[in-house]
């Protein structure tokens, strides 16, 4: 895999990863684009990398719908469960992220560093807010 | 063994190939640069038409608004911008190929034109249904509680969740965003919306004048912040992935499919002879030969996902995509017989177990209204052609506009069969939706809802009543085109924006609710004159809104103050609200004069306490709270 190719998978991978310390640490103005961006295009590429969807306009074009439609799903589902956390379906947006990621067909070497560098804040949130809602 | 000396002939004539070819690279190159030129000229235009637009727009007073909305306060000097826009367009759409990002721009720059004006100059968001959609999303974000009971739109709520998730993890206030909401979701249309019609024709005309004319047309302002905006972008998503990939190859026929045997044997033979779809689509750039295991299974998952959402969060647009989808396999345009039966079980799941709380206090109302097309003609035409003399004539706009799009799409589709394409796929999907005037009412609102689920597939063919063939066309007719633009485009700022003297809120009345949210105390009502009042935004769940919109409109003022007393708790406060965008609301659509408006709001204040007013609007208390009930 060139490094040209492997730039989209980074670019999502540090995006996660910038978003979960964004919203851990609660920077504002980092977490409004960063977590915002990841957002309504994280879930949906990385679903359709997992798919290996075929061009690249159509991608473009699906990225936001798919996004979103993930999000909603998520988030409804966490909601219906009776827990309101924005900060666990962030969690589970950015596990679903990776994990869509991690079983993309393409090099595994290379994604590998990427899903271990985004995964761990992802993981060190969902322990925090396990341990929130457990408390509560 | 001696080696004959090399012929010069092979040298020549090597050397002549090479010099062909580095003549052809250069002027491929200097004819590429001249496109690259030109396609940065006319998007300079469509940049520049955009920045003269805005500045006109930023110095208008909303508040000289007549009853014709938008129009009447938008001076002509700003029509020359969408004049430039148009003339630029239909030069980009001319040019052979077609430089795909230059036309990109332009449909942009027409949606922020378009969609976004208000925000130009108004303070504040627009329509009171969208503030109360981020009142629901606001009362998700600071309770985490669902409120079914209360609005039946939280049967539905995955769009109300999601916005109050994407408010509370970015930390983004939404109240400003949704000003900017309505060119956002046109423009995030524009990426489905293409890869749909580049599916329906490879003329790269036809589909950009089809996306083009889309923008121009879409008159009915469902993309407001709500369910149904953003369920048409999935709609919209579903559709481009079924038809970009799951389509039957070009020249498939109907009789082949699952059910067209059972079909041949019901109609006559004369029609049955129309058995192709156009061959003129293609397969998206990209894609060559079949899909592998993988790349099948993720897209229909990624269609799976895209139904669910919007199975969760809007009533009514799943069917409308449900009747498409059941329309192509019925039609065997698509490869995916089994899809309709999945949707049809995840609809009606979601109905049973997730809306049961709705289904069980409107199932009989909703049954009885099947198959009653008189009523819901009456409900959905009729019954809303009243008001001032000005409003009536937005809606006979309305009406024209719409019967002049199916008119001229009939025209499109005509024309195409003549030349030999049957563009039966944008056909089905252009007549689908409105099997859902059969089935309900929709508080009057169908007949609107069927428009916007067919205009994108009415546009096509309203394109093709235009260029029906990929001929290059003459100048005059690109001429015409531009003319047509710049006048539908003045029609849909007349038709889309004819309620703006009712929509628009001023930061006055901001401060009215303001007041009023903060003297009412949980469980006290807010009552309001009628509904064009954002009152559902601040703190919905801790008060009781009640819109006394018939008690008020028909005078009966004792009842008003019943009705409001009634629906307060014992022991609670009753408050009162009327601002502009009521009289306004009043006068448009009830044809109520400022005099008739004042003396009902004096009939009010008689018997109630004025707590706070400026000049948009007024708080007032119902002075007798309801009696405490006994411990």
């Known amino acids: 895999m060139t490094t040209a190719a492997r730039l989209p998978y980074m670019v999502v991978a540090v995006l996660g990863l910038a978003a979960s310390f964004a919203i851990a640490a609660d920077v504002l103005p980092l977490r409004e684009i960063t977590v915002g961006l990841f957002l309504v295009m994280g879930p949906g590429l990385a679903v359709m990398w997992l798919g290996a969807i075929p061009d690249r306009v159509a991608r473009l074009a699906l990225v936001v719908p798919v996004s979103l439609s993930i999000d909603a799903l998520v988030v409804s589902a966490i909601l219906y469960l009776g827990i309101w956390s924005p900060e ?49 | 063994m001696e080696v004959p000396p090399p012929s010069p002939l092979p040298i020549v004539s090597r050397s002549i190939a090479l010099g062909a070819s580095w003549l052809g690279s250069a002027l491929e190159r200097r004819l590429a640069d001249r496109r690259m030129w030109i396609g940065l000229g006319l998007s300079t235009l469509a940049v520049i038409s955009l920045v003269g637009w805005v500045a006109v727009l930023t110095s208008l007073d909303p508040r000289s608004m007549n009853d014709l909305g938008l129009i009447s306060v938008i001076p002509v000097q700003a029509f ?29 720059a027409l949606a922020v034109m378009l969609y976004g004006a208000p925000a130009f100059f108004e303070d504040l968001p627009r329509f009171a249904t969208a503030w109360l959609h981020l009142g629901f999303s606001e009362a998700i974000a600071r309770t985490g509680e669902l409120y079914p009971l209360r609005d039946a739109r939280f049967d539905w709520p995955a769009f109300f969740a999601m916005a109050a998730f994407l408010g509370s993890a970015t930390g983004f206030e939404l109240l400003p ?16 919306l293409y890869l749909i019609m580049r599916t329906a024709s490879s003329d790269g005309r036809l589909v950009w004048l089809a996306v083009w004319i889309f923008y121009l047309l879409n008159w009915v302002g469902q993309d407001y912040f709500s369910p149904q905006a953003f369920n048409v972008l999935l709609l919209l998503a579903v559709l481009a992935v079924l038809l970009s990939w799951f389509r039957r190859a070009p020249g498939a026929s109907v009789w082949s499919g699952r059910f067209g045997p059972w079909m041949r044997r019901r109609i006559p033979s004369k029609l049955a002879a129309i058995t ?101 003609a009456a409900s959905n035409i009729g019954d809303r052609l009243v008001g001032s003399p000005g409003h009536l004539l937005v809606l006979r706009a309305r009406l024209g506009l719409t019967l002049g799009l199916w008119l001229v799409a009939g025209i499109g589709a005509l024309r195409r069969l003549r030349s030999g394409q049957l563009d039966l796929t944008v056909a089905v999907l252009a007549v689908a939706p409105f099997g859902l005037v059969l089935l309900q009412a929709y508080g009057g609102e169908m007949l609107l809802r069927v428009y916007l689920f067919s205009v994108p597939f009415m546009a096509f063919f309203a394109a093709a009543a235009f260029l029906p063939t990929p001929r290059a066309g003459s100048w005059r007719l690109y001429g015409f085109l531009a003319v047509v633009s710049v006048v539908l485009a003045g029609v849909l700022l007349l038709t889309r924006y004819g309620n703006e003297k009712a929509d628009f809120v001023t930061i006055e009345e901001y401060e009215v609710l303001q007041r009023v949210a903060q003297m009412a105390g949980p469980r006290d009502s807010i009552g309001s004159a009628n509904h064009s009042v954002p009152l559902g935004y601040m703190e919905w769940e801790e008060h009781r809104i009640v819109s006394l919109d018939s008690a008020f409109r028909d005078g009966a003022m004792d009842l008003l103050l019943v009705e409001l007393a009634d629906r307060t708790p014992d022991g609670q406060d009753s408050y009162f609200v009327v601002t502009r965008g009521q009289r306004a609301f009043g006068e448009l659509f009830w044809g109520m004069p400022d005099a008739e408006w004042d003396r009902r709001v004096r009939e009010v204040a008689e018997v109630t306490d004025l707590l706070y007013s400026n000049r948009d609007g007024a708080v007032y208390r119902l002075r007798d709270p309801q009696p405490a009930a006994p411990p």
């Open chain 1, 88 to 136: 666990l379906v962030m969690v589970l947006l950015v596990l679903i992220t990776m994990g869509a990621i991690a079983l993309a067909p393409y090099e595994r070497s290379a994604r590998a560093a990427l899903i271990v560098v985004a995964l761990l804040p992802g993981i060190v949130l969902l322990a925090g807010e396990l341990s929130v809602v457990a408390a509560t």
């Open chain 2, 80 to 108: 020359l911008s969408i004049v430039l826009l148009s003339v630029s367009f239909v030069l980009a759409l001319r040019m052979q190929p077609q430089i795909t990002p230059v036309l990109m721009i332009h449909v942009a």
């Open chain 2, 177 to 192: 965003v949704l000003q900017w909401f309505p060119p956002v979701v046109m423009i995030l249309y524009l990426g489905p």
């Open chain 2, 276 to 376: 192709v779809d156009a061959a003129g689509g293609r397969k998206p750039a990209g894609i060559s030969g079949s899909l592998s295991n993988r790349q099948q299974v993720g897209l229909v998952s990624i269609v799976a996902v895209l139904f669910g959402a919007s199975v969760a969060s809007h009533q009514l647009t799943p069917f409308a995509l449900l009747g498409g989808v059941l329309g192509l396999t019925v039609f065997n345009r698509i490869r995916l017989t089994g899809l309709s039966v999945f949707m049809i079980v995840l609809l009606s799941s979601w109905l049973m177990f997730m809306a049961s709380t709705f289904l069980a206090g409107h199932l009989a109302g909703l049954l009885e209204e099947i198959g009653r097309p008189d009523q819901i």
